[in-house]
């Protein structure tokens, strides 16, 4: 992306000019492949401004949705940089590289070496597209297992429809910028596949085959970026990043039920999903906390530390529904309150963005049943009309109330922990 330099000091030597204008070039490089890949506004902020203060210069960032601005001085000349940058794109192993050659600047007291080293990491490709099918394949399947599925055939086509959407999803990278063109299609094909499987009665679950496939698209990352930056009064940033992850949850929903309609297939509303033995739990839990760590882009040293995080929330969360009784909000909100709150001080020490570290150890509880049977739901009224049932409208209500609660709990107890403990215990990027 083109920088677009402005010089605020025409009247500055052209030795310190040249010199600013490489500091700035650097911290907007850098500023850039934080935002734009899933790290916390907050975080990207102190970065750029600490990074800047080690080099004698006063830094500020400004972010907003395709807006990035840089500004530094260094007491007399002052120049300003702007770029278009949204934050679309999630990869774990950028993020890392970035925070980790930004410390080695600030230690150096130099960024000479820096931009070589941001050009380098720019280039740094997504995980392989072996590696993305194959853990989207056994993502939906482990979803498919907590949710209840007990037979070989379901698992099957759950993993097949979830690895063929990913493949669907790279193709479409490679052709389209629109970033809603690859949960649509990923999504379209899932609600094909569903219809297969109810049109040749095949015995599989056919809710499990659909859903849990449309389940790994969720963008959960920039949902909780979102609602960080609300809560720290960035109501443009945060109210664009939380628009945009409603635009994907309504691609998915749409591409869902375009592919059933195809097929003549409807959704069956369900009930709750079938007890899950502990021993098949806590274990599938990590398999789809490991599928998003491929999804992100997560290298695979730091892979462990999710998966442990993500098998031990979701026992809690087993306890408090099977064992305690509790609602599966309340399990949710017990769940995610023990991820938020290991996750804070993790990913700050690893230099990890939070959003993604903590989301890809919560996927397994994300509503997305709900969402999609309210969807479903929503279809039906508007081709019905006044000749609508009367419970219809009940259980349209329903499923958005369960989903909304679930997704609150969620979102509060993985956010709260991080406020709480970085208000209590300040933590600076070393």
Not at 39 to 67: I, N
Not at 130 to 137: D, G
Not at 391 to 406: E, K, P, Q, R, Y
Request: charged share 15%.
């Amino acid at each position: 992306m083109a920088i677009v330099e402005i010089d605020e000091d025409s009247d500055a030597g052209s030795g310190r000019e040249l010199a600013l204008s490489d500091a700035l070039n650097s911290l907007t490089r850098a500023a850039e492949l934080l935002f734009v890949n899933g790290q916390t506004t907050e975080r990207t902020v102190k970065a750029v401004e600490g990074l800047a203060q080690s080099l004698g210069l006063v830094a500020a960032a400004f972010l907003q949705w395709d807006d990035l601005r840089i500004h530094v001085s260094d007491g007399g000349a002052s120049r300003l940089a702007s770029l278009a940058a949204a934050p679309t794109a999630v990869h774990m192993g950028k993020v890392v590289a970035t925070m980790r050659a930004m410390s080695e600047a600030r230690r150096e007291g130099s960024a000479a070496s820096l931009r070589s080293r941001l050009e380098a990491i720019e280039k740094t490709p997504p995980v392989s597209a072996l590696r993305f099918a194959v853990m989207a394949a056994a993502g939906a399947a482990a979803l498919a297992v907590i949710f209840g599925a007990g037979d070989l055939l379901t698992l099957t086509l759950v993993a097949l429809s979830g690895g063929s959407g990913a493949c669907l999803r790279r193709a479409f990278a490679k052709t389209s910028a629109n970033p809603f063109v690859q949960p649509f299609a990923a999504a379209l094909l899932a609600g094909l596949i569903g219809a297969v499987v109810a049109d040749l009665h095949l015995g599989a679950a056919m809710r499990l085959v659909v859903f849990c496939p449309c389940m790994v698209l969720v963008p959960g990352p920039h949902l909780l970026n979102g609602t960080l930056d609300l809560i720290r009064a960035r109501i443009a940033l945060g109210t664009a990043r939380v628009v945009y992850a409603s635009m994907v949850v309504l691609s998915i929903c749409a591409g869902l039920l375009i592919g059933l309609a195809f097929g003549g297939a409807r959704l069956a509303v369900s009930g709750a999903s079938s007890p899950v033995p502990l021993i098949y739990d806590i274990p599938a839990a990590g398999v789809a906390v490991a599928a998003y760590g491929a999804f992100f882009s997560m290298p695979w040293r730091f892979l462990p530390i999710p998966v442990a995080v993500g098998m031990l929330a979701h026992a809690a969360r087993w306890l408090v529904i099977s064992m305690e009784g509790g609602s599966a909000e309340m399990g949710a909100l017990i769940a995610c309150a023990i991820v938020g709150t290991a996750m804070t001080p993790i990913a700050h020490r690893l230099r990890l963005p939070f959003a993604a570290l903590a989301f890809a150890s919560v996927v397994s509880l994300i509503p997305g049943v709900f969402l999609f049977q309210m969807a479903d739901g929503l279809v039906d009224l508007a081709a019905l009309g006044a000749k609508a049932p009367g419970d219809l409208l009940a259980t349209i209500a329903a499923n958005g109330a369960a989903a909304f609660m679930i997704m609150l709990a969620i979102t509060l107890g993985v956010i709260l922990p991080k406020m709480v403990i970085e208000w209590r215990f300040p933590m600076d990027d070393d």
